[in-house]
Every structure is written in structure tokens, then in C-alpha cells.
């Protein structure tokens, strides 16, 4: 499976983006999808995590992170609202085969390259 991550940029606090990730290769539907992030100095860690009967989120991004998947198009998203400085790093997507939605990043099988980002004050 590969894993392309887009729509990161550079925004104020308060903003929105909305991160896209296309997946090729594998059985899409079957994957637990995944978003991690990784800030300088900082462990990769989880975010968002989705699969075909639920969702689930890191609690300081809950309420204002939507995580969604496309199975016909092979993508997920990650709408991100009322963004804050705190929420600047790398982010990536991630798909493993896993039971539920691991947050531990050793679970995922494969990893887009990442995008970036920052959210000034």
C-alpha cells in the first residue's frame, strides 16, 4: 500500500485545514486508517484513527478534529478546525491491519511521507 498525504500549509490560530491522504495498492477498505503527528524533539503520536464501524481521537483534538474515509476513492481525511499553535508538527497517515484502532504507531503497516503543519499565534 502507498500513502500520499497533502493539504498541510501554514495558518493562524483559529483556522482550518483539511488533510488528505490517497492510499493505492492493498484492499483500502480494509485497513485501519490512521493519523500521527510528530513535532520537533517529540515522539510520533496519534491523532485520529478510523475503520469501517468507528472513529477515535487523541483527547485534546477531540471536537474539533473530524477524521472521514472514501472506500470508493481510497482516501481519508482529517478536517481540522480551530487549529492552535500546539497543533503544529508533521503529520501522517498510516494504514495497518490491526483489530480496532491501535495508537501505538508500531501497529501500522505502511506510512505516507508526511506533511506539514504550523499554526502561528
Known amino acids: 500500500v502507498q500513502l500520499q498525504a497533502s493539504g498541510g500549509g501554514l495558518v493562524q490560530a483559529g483556522d482550518s485545514l483539511r488533510l488528505s491522504c490517497a492510499a493505492s495498492?492493498?484492499?483500502?477498505?480494509?485497513?485501519?486508517m490512521g493519523w500521527f503527528r510528530q513535532a520537533p524533539g517529540e515522539e510520533r503520536a496519534f491523532v485520529a484513527g478510523?475503520?469501517?464501524?468507528?472513529?477515535s481521537y487523541r483527547d485534546s483534538v477531540k471536537g474539533r478534529f473530524t477524521i472521514s474515509r472514501d472506500n470508493a476513492r481510497n482516501m481519508v481525511s482529517l478536517q481540522m478546525n480551530s487549529l492552535k499553535p500546539e497543533d503544529t508538527a508533521v503529520y501522517y497517515c498510516?494504514?495497518?491491519?490491526?483489530?480496532?484502532?491501535?495508537?501505538?504507531?508500531?501497529?501500522?503497516?505502511?506510512w505516507g511521507q508526511g506533511t506539514q503543519v504550523t499554526v502561528s499565534s
Open positions: 498510516a494504514a495497518g491491519r490491526s483489530l480496532g484502532i491501535p495508537r501505538n504507531p508500531g501497529m501500522y503497516d505502511y
Open positions: 478510523i475503520t469501517w464501524s468507528g472513529d
Open positions: 495498492g492493498g484492499t483500502f477498505s480494509s485497513y485501519t
